[in-house]
């Protein structure tokens, strides 16, 4: 497992997820005079022997820089896990490998809501490049809603590396693509897949699309040209969802 330094978890719910999830956490800073789920969070903290710190408004701004909701927690460092790690955990359920993979997302916002959806959606885990995308910050877990310590998470030094790997255990890869030969609608996600979303400007790279077996589109019918990057990763895999389950 690939660690990263100590980060903060930021707000009722993020923190709520982590203390459920058994992730590693040192401590919790909480707003000394926090009402409802805060009392819920210390009375689980305590539970699990972690210290709890009353703090005054002030201190909770200066350590987060605000929008805080009177708690903090300093967690362990996150476990990024490996690509076998994901294949591995579809084969303990029992189900087709469900794969997102996200190909330069540098929006810590888009990120945090695609693994919401991933987990929502039941993939098995996400894979993000090392280079030129964001990683699993405060902000990431904070905008997941806390989804982040129940996914699964990759970073590959390198995507096609990926891809390939992928594709000599049977997965197929649809890349969202503008110019995508069929619509999601048309494509049949049925059996091991993957699903590959790019960036939220340029879309899959050239490499990376020409790695992958197909390119799907979403039809846009109005003025606009393409969707933000985690709607798209939504529809897909809520396609993906509605005909494993048809």
Request: proline share 2%; hydrophobic share 45%.
């Amino acid at each position: 497992m690939e660690e990263l330094n100590n980060e903060m978890i930021i707000g009722r719910n993020p923190v709520i997820e982590a203390l459920k999830s058994g992730r590693g956490i040192e401590k919790i800073h909480l707003g000394r005079y926090a009402e409802g789920s805060a009392k819920k969070i210390a009375a689980m903290a305590r539970e699990r022997g972690i210290p709890v710190h009353l703090e005054e408004k002030q201190a909770l701004d200066r350590l987060a820089g605000g929008n805080h909701q009177g708690v903090i927690a300093i967690a362990s460092v996150f476990g990024y896990c490996s690509v076998e790690d994901i294949l591995e955990l579809a084969k303990e359920r029992g189900e087709d490998p469900f794969v997102v993979i996200l190909s330069g997302i540098e929006d810590p916002h888009n990120l945090g809501a695609i693994i919401r959806t991933a987990e929502a959606a039941g993939a098995h885990g996400v894979i993000i490049p090392k280079r030129r995308s964001a990683g699993i910050t405060a902000v990431v877990s904070k905008t997941s809603a806390g989804a982040v310590e129940h996914v699964l998470v990759a970073r590959a030094v390198n995507i096609t590396s990926a891809l390939e790997k992928l594709k000599s255990r049977g997965v197929w890869i649809y890349g969202a693509a503008a110019d995508g030969e069929k619509s999601f609608w048309e494509t049949d996600f049925r059996g091991a897949t993957a699903v590959v979303i790019g960036s939220e400007g340029g879309g899959v790279s050239r490499l990376v699309k020409e790695n992958c077996d197909f390119a799907v589109k979403i039809p846009m019918c109005g003025k606009m040209s393409s969707l933000n990057a985690s709607v798209s990763a939504a529809i897909l895999m809520y396609e993906i969802v509605r005909q494993r389950k048809g």
